[in-house]
């Protein structure tokens, strides 16, 4: 008899220390590095993150119906080409979209410098 346990309660302690009491952001200005946030390249990239996350959500929604409009198709050739037309469609939105997603990627990491830390408390970009 196998006994099943949840595990969500376990944590790591050492984690936890190391976001807490702004050690993310001491460290990075010791280290010499910008981490105020007045900037307007974290907003940007923030909402820049959103909206691909929105078309993700979108583009998941348009290939499960034209999943369910192919199957319930039923020998019509119309409606398996107007599912096939949906995919084939979406998939080149998301290549866009991975591509727009490098893009940006690469203007924000390499061009000027913008590093995500993520926190528990607060998001902090570190700008060299």
């Known amino acids: 008899m196998t ?34 946030k007045d900037s307007v390249l974290p907003i940007v ?7 691909y996350g929105l078309i993700g959500v979108i583009f998941f929604v348009l290939i499960i119906y034209a999943g369910i409009l192919w199957m319930t198709a039923g020998g ?16 080149i939105g998301l290549l866009i979209v991975v591509l727009a997603y490098a893009i940006t990627y690469f203007i924000f990491n ?15 970009y570190i700008t060299t």
């Open 76 to 91: 019509n050739d119309t409606q398996v080409k107007k599912a096939q037309n949906i995919i084939q469609r979406s998939a």
């Open 45 to 51: 990239a923030n909402i820049v993150n959103i909206v």
């Open 3 to 36: 006994i099943i346990m949840p595990l969500h309660f376990i944590t790591a302690q050492g984690i936890k220390d190391a976001f807490s009491d702004n050690t993310i952001k001491t460290t990075g200005k010791a280290a010499g590095y910008d981490t105020t």
């Open 110 to 124: 390499v061009v000027f410098r913008v590093h995500y830390v993520p926190s528990n408390i607060r998001d902090y």
